[in-house]
C-alpha cells in the first residue's frame, strides 16, 4: 500500500516568507509526528498528533511554526517568517499508534535563502 | 533524559567486511532502542528494535544488534557488507512515550 507521502519535496523560500508544508500519512494510522533533520544532524522531534489533537508540541523551536491536522489525515506544518536557520528536511512519520513502529515520509527539504 | 551517541560520524569497510556501527545510550528508564536506515533522498526505514525482549534483536537485510545494559550500548552488525548497504544510519532511543531521540547519524561507505 501507499506509505508516507510529503509536499512539496524541495521548498525554496526567501527570508521573511510563510511556507506550508504537507504530510498525507498512511491512512487509518492514529498517530502523527514532525522532526526536524538539519543537515549533518539526527531527526529533531517538533510535535505529535494522536487524531487531531496535538498532544505535544516541545519540540516547536519558536512561535512562528504551527502544526495542525484538523480532521485526523493529513497534516500541515506551517513556518511564518521563515529564517535562514530554518533550513532543514522536514520530516512527517505515521504509525497505527503510539506504541507501533513509525513509518516516515521521504521529508521535505526548506531551504531560507 | 534519553539522548544516543554515535562514534564515527563516517565508516567506510571493504565489500564483504564486516560492519560495525557503534550507538550507546543514555536513559533513566528501560530503554526502548532503534536502527533506522537512511537513503539519499529518502525517509528513514526501521532496521531493527529493541522492545526488552530478546536482547540479540535480528532485522532486515541480515543486520542484527545486541542490547548490552551494562555498557549501555546497542552496536548494529552485519557479517558481510553489500554494496546496496551503502547509506546512513540512526540510532534511536525512546521513552516509550511519544519522543524519539535521534543520534547524528554515521555516513557507511562500502568500498568494492
Known amino acids: 500500500g501507499a506509505g508516507v507521502s510529503q509536499s512539496p519535496r524541495y521548498k525554496v523560500a526567501k527570508r521573511g516568507q510563510d511556507v506550508a508544508l504537507r504530510c498525507d500519512p498512511i491512512?487509518?494510522?492514529?498517530?502523527l509526528f514532525w522532526y526536524q533533520q538539519a543537515l549533518g544532524q539526527g531527526p529533531e522531534f517538533l510535535t505529535y498528533?494522536?487524531?487531531?489533537?496535538?498532544?505535544?508540541k516541545s519540540g516547536l523551536p519558536s512561535d512562528r511554526f504551527f502544526a495542525e491536522r484538523p480532521e485526523g489525515s493529513v497534516s500541515t506544518l506551517k513556518i511564518q517568517r521563515t529564517q535562514q536557520e530554518d533550513s532543514a528536511v522536514y520530516l512527517c512519520?505515521?504509525?497505527?499508534?503510539?506504541?507501533?513502529?513509525?513509518?516516515f515520509g521521504p521529508g521535505t527539504r526548506l531551504t531560507v535563502t | 533524559a534519553q539522548s544516543v551517541t554515535q562514534l564515527g560520524s563516517h565508516v567506510s569497510v571493504s565489500e564483504g567486511a564486516l560492519v560495525l556501527l557503534r550507538c550507546n545510550y543514555s536513559s533513566s528508564v528501560p530503554p526502548y532502542l532503534f536502527w533506522y536506515v537512511q537513503y539519499p533522498n529518502q525517509g528513514l526505514q526501521l532496521l531493527l528494535k529493541?522492545?526488552?525482549?530478546?536482547?540479540l534483536v535480528k532485522g532486515i537485510n541480515g543486520f542484527e544488534a545486541e542490547f548490552k545494559k551494562s555498557e549501555t550500548s546497542f552496536h548494529l552488525t552485519k557479517p558481510s557488507a553489500h554494496m546496496s548497504d551503502a547509506a546512513e544510519y540512526f540510532c534511536a532511543v525512546s521513552d516509550r512515550g511519544n519522543q524519539f531521540y535521534f543520534g547524528t547519524g554515521t555516513s557507511l561507505t562500502v568500498i568494492p
Open positions: 498528533f494522536q487524531n487531531e489533537a496535538q498532544l505535544d
Open positions: 491512512s487509518g494510522h492514529v498517530s
Open positions: 529493541y522492545t526488552s525482549a530478546a536482547t
Open positions: 512519520a505515521s504509525s497505527p499508534s503510539l506504541d507501533r513502529d513509525k513509518y
